[in-house]
C-alpha cells in the first residue's frame, strides 16, 4: 500500500490495528451514543467529547449475505457472507469466516478477527463464531 | 405558491451503449424535452444536472457546463451528485428556485454512462455510494447490502423470495409496452428463482440492469406557461427529501428506510395532500426488496405488507396503487444519474395521458416519484398533479 493510501486511512487503520490486538474499541460521547472512528463528532447528538471504549468479547449476527458478484477487490475471495453484527454500542459490518456458508445464520454469536482478502491481501473485517 | 410546471421531456432509450458517451446522451435526451415543450433554449435561466460516477465511467468531472454545451443552453450549470438520487436531489432544487422566484426557466436531468466499465468495473464503481472504510472493504456491494436488507426484512416481518420475484415479474410486465425500456420482455416467477444468485436472497432477476442513458425535463413557473400558452397540464406540487447514516449498520432499522419516509412525509405535506390520494408511483426499484421498502416508506402499505402487494395484484397495473408503470429501474433500466429525473418524467407523461400505459391510469389526478440514493442515505421523493386538462 501506498504511503498516500495509509495517510488516507488515518484513524481506520488504527482500529484494524487495535482489532487485530484483540483489543477492538468503538467511540462513545457522554451521552452513550456508540459510533466507529474516524470521527471527531458524535453523529448522534454532535457532542465532540469522544472517547474510545472497549467493544465487547463477542457480538451476535443480525442480517447476513452470501456474496457470489463481488468488486474486483474480492473477484477471488467469492462466495464469501458478509454480515452486519451488533457489538453493544455499534453494529459492525464483516465477512464471516471460519464456517461453512450454509451454516451462517441470524443470530449466531461471533467475535472480531480480523481476516485479509485472498484477491488483494489487504485487511478485512471478519466475524468468526465463537 | 405558484405551481412549477412540467413543459417537457425527453428520454433516451436506456440500455447496453457502452460507445455512446453521456454528452450524446444528454444531447438527445434535451432536443426531445425541447421540442416537446415548445420552449426556446434562450429562456432558460439554469442547468441542473445529475451524474454520480462521471469520474470513474468517463474520466470526466465538471459535467454542468459540458452538459449545458451539449443541450446548447447559454446558462450556469451545475452538477449534482447524490449517488442514485442525484437528478431527483437536482428536480428538488430546480423546484424550489423556480417557486423562489429566481428562475423562470429550468432545464433539469440527468445522464449516466455505465455499461462501457462491464459488470465488475460497474459494481465497483456503484459501491463507492457505499462508506469505503466499513462496507465496501468488508466486500460489500451495492447488491450485497440490498440483501442484507431483505433478509433483514424477512426475519422481521416474513415473506421470502417468491415475494420478490412476483416484483420482478409485474416491472417487467410493465416495461412491455415502453419503448425506451432497457427490456421489454415478460419473465416468469420461476425466472426469477432460478436466476444465478447475486447476494442471497437476491438474484440476477431482482437486480436492475447496469444501463446507459438520460433524462431531460423542462420546468416554468407558472406564469411562463402561461404567459407563453405552453401545453403543460401537469405540476411537481410537493418535492421533499431525507437523509439518513451513511453506512446500513449505523441505522436504527436495517428493514426500514426511514429517509424516504421522512421525504415522502415532507413531498405530501407540501403538496397538501396525503397516501390515500395517489393514483400511481414510480418507486426506486434498484433491487426488487427496494420496492417493498418504498411503498412502505411512502404509506401506500403498511410495514410488513408491502412485501405481498405484487403477488396479491395491489401493485399491478390494474391494481389499487399501480408501483412502477414504467417497468421501473428493474425493467427500465438504471442509469444511475438520469434515474431521478426519468421517473419525473414517467409520471408526468402517465399523469398527462400520454403514456402507452396511461390507460391503466385514466382518471389519475396525483402520482409520486422516490429516488434514493446508496442504501437510502438520500432520499427525494416528489407529488406530480394534474393542475390543468
Known amino acids: 500500500m501506498s504511503d498516500a493510501a495509509e495517510i488516507q486511512d488515518a484513524g481506520f487503520d488504527d482500529w484494524i490495528d487495535a482489532a487485530t490486538a484483540g483489543e477492538a474499541y468503538a467511540l462513545e460521547c457522554p451521552n452513550g451514543h456508540g459510533s466507529l472512528p474516524p470521527r471527531r463528532v458524535c453523529p448522534d447528538c454532535g457532542s465532540t467529547e469522544l472517547e474510545e471504549v472497549p467493544l465487547p468479547d463477542t457480538g451476535e449476527i443480525e442480517t447476513f449475505t452470501v456474496t457470489h458478484v463481488p468488486t474486483p477487490a474480492f473477484a477471488d475471495d467469492a462466495p464469501y457472507a458478509t454480515a452486519i453484527a451488533d457489538f453493544g454500542p455499534v453494529r459492525i459490518t464483516g465477512q464471516v469466516v471460519g464456517i461453512d456458508l450454509e451454516r451462517v445464520e441470524t443470530g449466531l454469536e461471533v467475535e472480531l478477527e480480523i481476516t485479509v482478502s485472498e484477491t488483494t491481501g489487504d485487511r478485512v473485517i471478519g466475524f468468526s463464531p465463537v | ?45 439554469a442547468l441542473l444536472y445529475g451524474n454520480f460516477m462521471g469520474e470513474l465511467a468517463e474520466h470526466q468531472g465538471h459535467q454542468g457546463p459540458l452538459m449545458a454545451e451539449a443541450a446548447g443552453v447559454q446558462a450556469p450549470a451545475t452538477r449534482y451528485e447524490s449517488a442514485c438520487a442525484s437528478s431527483g436531489a437536482a428536480v428538488r432544487d430546480a423546484v424550489m428556485r423556480i417557486r423562489n422566484g429566481e428562475d423562470d426557466v429550468i432545464l433539469v436531468g440527468g445522464a449516466e454512462r455505465m455499461t462501457n466499465l462491464g459488470t465488475a468495473g460497474a459494481t465497483e464503481a456503484l459501491a463507492i455510494a457505499a462508506d469505503d472504510l466499513w462496507e465496501v472493504r468488508a466486500g460489500m456491494t451495492f447488491p450485497g447490502a440490498y440483501a442484507l436488507m431483505a433478509q433483514a426484512y424477512f426475519a422481521e416481518y416474513g415473506g421470502e423470495h417468491e415475494d420478490l420475484a412476483h416484483i420482478a415479474v409485474k416491472n417487467h410486465e410493465n416495461a412491455m409496452t415502453n419503448d425506451k425500456a432497457q427490456y421489454q420482455s415478460a419473465i416468469e416467477v420461476s425466472d426469477v428463482l ?94 426488487t426488496i427496494a420496492e417493498v421498502l418504498a411503498i412502505e416508506s411512502l404509506d401506500l402499505f403498511p410495514v410488513g405488507e408491502g412485501i405481498s402487494a405484487a403477488r396479491d395484484g395491489r401493485t399491478t397495473a390494474d391494481g389499487e396503487t399501480p408501483i412502477n408503470l414504467s417497468g421501473g429501474l428493474k425493467a427500465k433500466g438504471h442509469p444511475v444519474g438520469a434515474t431521478g429525473a426519468s421517473q419525473i418524467a414517467e409520471v408526468a407523461t402517465l399523469l398527462a395521458g400520454d403514456h402507452p400505459n396511461s390507460s391503466f391510469v385514466e382518471d389519475a389526478t396525483a402520482g409520486l416519484a422516490h429516488n434514493a440514493g446508496g442504501t437510502v442515505a438520500s432520499a427525494t421523493v416528489h407529488v406530480l398533479e394534474v393542475v390543468d386538462r
Open chain 2, 1 to 45: 405558491m405558484s405551481d412549477v410546471r412540467v413543459a417537457g421531456v425527453g428520454l433516451t432509450p436506456f440500455g447496453n451503449t457502452p460507445e455512446r458517451t453521456s454528452r450524446d446522451l444528454f444531447a438527445e435526451a434535451s432536443i426531445t424535452a425541447f421540442e416537446d415543450s415548445g420552449v426556446s433554449r434562450t429562456d432558460v435561466d
Open chain 2, 194 to 287: 432460478e436466476a444465478p444468485q447475486v447476494s442471497t436472497p437476491l438474484g440476477l432477476y431482482d437486480s436492475c440492469p447496469i444501463s446507459d442513458g438520460a433524462a431531460a425535463i423542462v420546468l416554468t413557473s407558472e406564469a411562463y406557461a402561461d404567459e407563453h400558452d405552453l401545453e403543460a397540464p401537469v405540476a411537481i406540487t410537493g418535492t421533499g427529501q431525507g437523509g439518513d447514516r451513511m453506512a446500513l449498520h449505523d441505522r436504527e432499522y436495517l428493514a426500514r428506510s426511514p429517509a424516504a419516509r421522512e421525504a415522502g412525509a415532507e413531498a405530501y405535506a407540501d403538496a397538501g395532500i396525503d397516501a390515500a390520494d395517489v393514483d400511481l408511483a414510480e418507486v426506486h426499484d434498484c433491487f
